[in-house]
């Protein structure tokens, strides 16, 4: 077997490889909402910080804006809880 | 078996990088190596995790209460991680889930990493800035901060746990909201009995 014949087949086995876990699984869909699931998933597959942190900070403001100072309470209770 | 523990630390401090950077590549490669080994550097950094909890809890230092609140706090994570991944195992197969138990065991493992950073963060906090927090400037700030940190961990944890019955249990999302919706009643029943005895307040899933 030459070498350029033996790297082709190496190649061609790892594409296999890939190929059989990429389609391992059937894609999710979640009927209309598709797109907006992709979306999201698509920022969460690599480097998911960003979206997490972002996300975060929306719920927090949002509980501060329900509860205000009484956020702290919630603290409170979480610093105890370990 | 000593070369096969090396492996198994490189993985693992490699899957722990994955699990930050690419987490969706990380958990299908952790189901489908599904190496037990792993976990024996899971629960080395969950016992790290117990002997500052039982110095923080004791606040004193008392060998016998150390030792005892020592695994008090081991066995109860040991029972609870065996009976969420038995419980998903379980709730799976009802529903037709054909993943290895092996891979959803060593992923679920990982998932409890999240839960230990949190936990060891809040012990670390509790004795530099113990509560209770004020409504100062100070303490809302510190408040909303804690929060972020909390709600990031916590998002992050719920996507490994995600990915621990997708690739797991080889289930859709449909499927992997019947096996929630039957295992965290369960759950939140042993979280409320965990906390009336008062081994852990936050339930360490």
């Known amino acids: 077997m030459t070498y350029k014949t033996y790297t082709t087949n190496t190649t061609y086995k790892k594409f296999v490889k890939r190929w059989e876990e990429v389609t391992d699984l059937p894609p999710q869909t979640v009927g209309p909402l598709t797109p907006f699931y992709k979306a999201i998933v698509r920022r969460i597959k690599v480097m998911p910080w960003p979206i997490l942190v972002v996300s975060s900070l929306f719920i927090v403001i949002s509980l501060y804006v329900i509860l205000g100072s009484a956020i702290t309470l919630l603290v409170s209770l979480l610093q105890r809880g370990f | 078996m000593e070369i096969s523990l090396i492996v198994a630390l490189v993985d693992f401090c490699r899957n722990i990088i ?121 303490g809302i700030l510190f408040s909303v901060l804690f929060l972020v940190f909390s709600t990031t961990l916590f998002l992050w944890k719920t996507t490994i746990a995600y990915l621990s019955l997708r690739f797991g249990l080889r289930l859709g999302l449909g499927k992997i909201l019947v096996v929630l919706a039957g295992a965290l009643p369960i759950l939140g029943l042993y979280s409320y009995g965990m906390y009336r005895v008062g081994i852990f307040k936050i339930p360490f899933l």
């Open chain 2, 18 to 138: 994955g699990l930050v950077t690419r987490p969706y590549e990380t958990c299908r490669r952790i189901v489908e190596k599904a190496n037990l080994l792993e976990l024996v550097y899971v629960g080395a950094v969950l016992a790290l995790y117990f002997v500052l909890a039982s110095l923080v809890k004791i606040a004193s230092f008392r060998p016998f209460l150390l030792t005892r609140q020592f695994f008090v706090l081991a066995g109860a994570a040991g029972f609870t991680y065996c009976l969420v991944v038995a419980l998903f195992w379980e709730i799976g197969k009802l529903i037709g889930a054909n993943g290895k138990l092996k891979g959803l065991a060593v992923l679920w493992g990982y998932s409890l990493i999240p839960t230990v950073i949190w936990f060891f963060v809040t012990s670390i906090l509790y004795v530099l800035l113990p509560p209770p927090r004020t409504t100062s400037v100070q």
